[in-house]
Structure formats: structure tokens, C-alpha cells
């Protein structure tokens, strides 16, 4: 695990699935493992993430309100102004994740967008960087990226779309980050999608407690499970491990850096 980063991970979700986050942590720490970023799914839940990733400066916190948020019947003003108020005085890096999700109908479409574009702007006030879910969403989520300046700069998470909008947030400036599925055996278009991203702007996650990575399919992920992602991109990219580590780091402290 040693430099290993995860860009992309849920400790609260973990803790739900039954697992020892405290205990998870400490053995991360531990192993040297390079850090990444705990994400936020709703408004009210940065505290309770904060407290348990607050003894490890290596982790990076994200806010946001994913888009199964748009599912209630809050208005978006409402929605937003609750992530201000529960973010205002704790710490954190990005804003995320966010976005359009499209397979599950959560609200509407317009829901979605309204309540991504809310937290967009949300971002530019406070100048962090965003952290994008997109599902089955390619052409609204290619039209709002090119309708946007994004100075600060953001990730594109567990990457599954088309090439078109790999271009598209490529163009845009944004980190492209591939989670599990890339070592899932029937998996070759996303891996070679996965090649094309120049060096400069990849990243790699587990997005856990989800998609566990091969040979783990089936159950709860963790960080612990980088090392069988980072291994499939190095051999993917033709590429020393070491020199993906290093590369990967140098993408993630660049990012952060905006935050």
C-alpha cells in the first residue's frame, strides 16, 4: 500500500456495511499508504466524516450532494443552503460528488441539472475543486462542462462513459479517475479508454464500499484494494508500477493544491 492514493472513497458507507473504519484507518496509516479523498453523498454527514478522518492529514474531504438528492421534493435553494450550513467552520477540499445520474431517475433530469449547477456555482464561490458523478448522463454532462470555466479544476470519478465525454472533460482540464471495473475481465473498452487519458491527468479509486476490483467482486471494497487496481492500470499503460505511483501522486498533490 505504500504511496498508494485513492481518490475516491466512503467511510461512512463502509461503516454501514459493517466494517471497522477506525480499524481501517489505522492500518492505512500504517502501511504508508499515500491518502486520498473520504466523499460526501448528502449535506448533513462532512461532521461525522470529519471526526473520523480528522487524525489522518493524508485523507482529503469532499461535500456535496450526489443526485439522488434530487429524489426528495426539497427545493434545490434549500438543498444547497443546507450543505453551506452544515460545511460552514469544518474543513474540506472539494466539493462533491455531484452530478447527473440518469440510470436510477432519481427527481427529473431538470431536478438533476438544477441541482448540480447549484453546487457547481456553490464550488466557484468558495474556489475548490468538484468531484463528478455522471451516469448514463453523457450529453447534458457534456454540455454543462463546455458551459463552464473550471479554473479550480475537479475529477471526473470511476470513469465509465463514452469517449466523446472523455474528450470532452479532458478539454475541460479534469482529472479522469478509473475505480474496480477496470479489472473486470469483459472490461477491455473501458481499459482502453483508460490508456488514452494522458499521464497528467489520471487518477485511480475504489469508490468503497462498491465495486470491488478482481479478484474481490461481490463484496464490500475498501482502500486496501488499490493495489489490484493500481497493478491493472500499470499493465493496461505498459507502465512500471512505481512510476504510476509517483505519477499519481504528483497528479493528486497538483489537484489539492487548488482546493
Request: proline residues 6%; charged residues 25%.
Amino acid at each position: 500500500m505504500h504511496g498508494l492514493i485513492d481518490s475516491h472513497f466512503h467511510l461512512l458507507e463502509m461503516q454501514k456495511k459493517g466494517l471497522d473504519v477506525e480499524e481501517l484507518l489505522g492500518r492505512l496509516h500504517a502501511s504508508s499508504w499515500g491518502g486520498g479523498i473520504d466523499i460526501g453523498v448528502a449535506p448533513e454527514d462532512l461532521a461525522s466524516r470529519y471526526a473520523l478522518a480528522s487524525p489522518y492529514p493524508e485523507i482529503r474531504l469532499a461535500a456535496g450532494s450526489g443526485p439522488w438528492i434530487a429524489d426528495s421534493v426539497e427545493p434545490v435553494v434549500e438543498i444547497v443552503a443546507r450543505l453551506e450550513q452544515h460545511t460552514a467552520g469544518i474543513p474540506f477540499d472539494f466539493i462533491g460528488e455531484i452530478g447527473l445520474d440518469y440510470h436510477w431517475n432519481y427527481g427529473t433530469p431538470a431536478r438533476q441539472r438544477d441541482l448540480f449547477e447549484a453546487q457547481i456555482l456553490f464550488a466557484f464561490r468558495l474556489g475548490k475543486p468538484v468531484i463528478i458523478h455522471n451516469r448514463d448522463a453523457d450529453a447534458d454532462m457534456q454540455a454543462i462542462l463546455r458551459g463552464h470555466q473550471w479554473k479550480d479544476g475537479g475529477i471526473m470519478h470511476c470513469f465509465s462513459s463514452s469517449e466523446e465525454l472523455l474528450e470532452c472533460a479532458l478539454d475541460a482540464g479534469f482529472c479522469i479517475s478509473f475505480a474496480g471495473p477496470i479489472t473486470y475481465r469483459k472490461n477491455s473498452r473501458l481499459r482502453e479508454l483508460l490508456a488514452r487519458v494522458p499521464l497528467q491527468s489520471l487518477l485511480l479509486e475504489t469508490d468503497s464500499p462498491y465495486l470491488s476490483p478482481e479478484p474481490f467482486r461481490g463484496r464490500p471494497n475498501t482502500p486496501l484494494r488499490m493495489q489490484e487496481i493500481y497493478d491493472t492500470a500499470a499493465h493496461v499503460r505498459c507502465m512500471d508500477r512505481a512510476e504510476l505511483i509517483e505519477a499519481i501522486r504528483i497528479n493528486f498533490d497538483r489537484l489539492c493544491d487548488r482546493s
